[in-house]
């Protein structure tokens, strides 16, 4: 209860800090503002980290001198004196010298013992609460003056500009998602859409079962690509995903358990349509943007195609995500530079960076830094929140894509989820991809059925 207390003051010092710190407005962004278990689990994990915000905390009064600044009262010495009296004419012997212990304990403790029980008992009820808050009085500065606070999206798009508020970072390493030849993608991905992405296609017929599998413990982070196969639902479910997309506007057949929401997509300039963004806007407040642009093999646009089409995608009011490119996220002048340039020019809105990342080197340890890099310099580049939406291990290197073996890339998976979920300005991430198919390599969670792979059971175990 004493670390939950520090850390709910520290936090409520954060939320008040003028400037405000970028990463955490950029992890509040979902937040609505009120005191809960779990935001302040989340928000505390970036203030123990960021030295800016735990600078904050320095000055407050140490969590064990609190109860001194709450007034003890006097026993009314009628109460004491009628007390003592009692205990004086209760009985003699044996039982007067145990009633005497009582005297001398009462005469040393009766005056403050239950006025510090009630402030001990105050504090535990606090503590208990689990939300955030702070004690004020006990600070040497105020606290903010109201600690119901909203996080508005202006406080993260705020940084819309690409280098509005971070100098141009160089990456530590380029990865292999830069590296890779766009039309080596061709093979897991076919031109117009990805295979994952079937059009209007009715939802297959489900194999009877018992009652579905309890839903794997999860965050609001952890999310999955997916298409409709046999058993979707229950590997949904199974899989302890919170979110999927699918690539498309609408779910396209697939029943999603209730705890799972889907995020819509408008794929390519061809489905920049007035039904399609009249549906987007049915399926909830976030839109993804165009789908890998940069890629030949898929949306294939020229930045000035995606900026003229993207204020038609702005009038829907949702939250969007920018054009998922296939490499080079980071890479001054390079396609993703160049539309975050022309948007910050046009005064175009931009709430979040999506982008992919698929790596060739199968070490584990190898393949988690090289990922880390990469979000890394996306994050200095652009400081706005990060969507990762698609990953796993493939090398695309060459004519055909090459895949480690399950056990590589349930490590990867393990290792990777575990980096992620240590930075604050990754929101959102999804694996490729919920179903196997000729096209997920070794990278798929479940076989039709649906039936758990190695790597789903990874999937599953991450949190």
């Known amino acids: 209860m004493k670390e939950r207390l520090a850390t709910s003051r520290t936090v409520v010092r954060a939320l008040g800090r003028v400037p405000f710190c970028d990463r ?3 992890i509040a962004v979902g937040w609505n503002g009120e005191p809960s278990p779990l935001w302040r689990k989340r928000l505390g994990r970036h203030v123990r980290a960021c030295p800016g ?8 009064v140490p969590a064990e001198r609190l109860l ?9 010495g009628w109460i004491l004196s009628r007390t003592l009296s009692r205990i004086a004419a209760s009985g003699s012997g044996a039982g007067s010298a145990r009633h005497a212990r009582r005297h001398r304990l009462l005469g040393k403790g009766a005056v403050s013992l239950r006025p510090k029980l009630f ?39 705020a940084a819309s500009s690409p280098s509005a508020a971070a100098a141009t970072a160089t990456p530590r390493a380029t990865g292999t998602a830069d590296k890779k030849a766009a039309s080596a993608k061709t093979a897991s991905k076919p031109a117009s859409r990805p295979v994952s992405k079937p059009a209007n296609t009715p939802a297959p017929t489900q194999s009877p079962s018992s009652a579905p599998p309890p839903a794997a413990a999860t965050s609001e982070r952890k999310g999955v690509s997916a298409v409709n196969f046999s058993g979707v639902t229950r590997a949904l479910t199974q899989s302890g995903a919170s979110w999927y997309y699918n690539w498309a506007t609408t779910p396209n057949g697939i029943a999603a358990p209730a705890n799972v929401s889907y995020v819509p997509m408008i794929w390519g300039a061809a489905d920049v349509t007035t039904a399609n963004l009249d549906e987007v806007s049915k ?11 940069d890629n030949s093999s898929q949306s294939n646009m020229t930045v000035a195609q995606a900026l003229s089409l993207w204020p038609q995608l702005m009038a829907t009011g949702m939250t969007l995500g ?3 490119v296939a490499s080079g996220a980071a890479t001054p002048g390079g396609w993703l530079d160049q539309f975050m340039a022309g948007a910050k020019a046009d005064g175009y809105r931009v709430n979040f960076i999506t982008v992919h990342w698929y790596g060739g080197d199968f070490q584990t340890a190898a393949a988690v830094s090289e990922l880390e890099s990469y979000l890394e310099a996306i994050w200095a580049r652009y400081h706005l929140p990060i969507w990762l939406t698609e990953f796993a291990l493939t090398n695309f290197s060459g004519s055909t894509p090459v895949y ?7 490590a990867f998976l393990t290792a990777a989820t575990a980096m992620l979920d240590t930075l604050p300005y990754v929101q959102r991430y999804a694996w490729f991809s919920l179903p196997t198919s000729s096209g997920s390599g070794t990278t798929g969670l479940f076989n039709p059925g649906p039936s758990v792979t190695p790597v789903g059971q990874a999937f599953e175990a991450a949190r």
């Open 283 to 293: 399926e909830g407040d976030i839109l993804l943007g165009f789908n890998e642009p």
């Open 24 to 26: 955490l407005a950029a």
């Open 322 to 324: 920018s054009p998922a």
């Open 68 to 76: 001194s600044g709450l007034p003890l009262l006097a026993v009314p």
């Open 119 to 157: 402030a001990a008992s105050l504090a535990v009820l606090i503590c208990a609460a689990g939300g955030t808050f702070a004690l004020a009085s006990a600070h040497h500065t105020a606290a903010p003056a109201a600690l119901n606070l909203v996080i508005p999206p202006s406080v993260v798009t």
């Open 53 to 60: 915000c735990r600078a904050d905390a320095a000055d407050m």
């Open 404 to 410: 480690p073996t399950e056990a590589q890339q349930a």
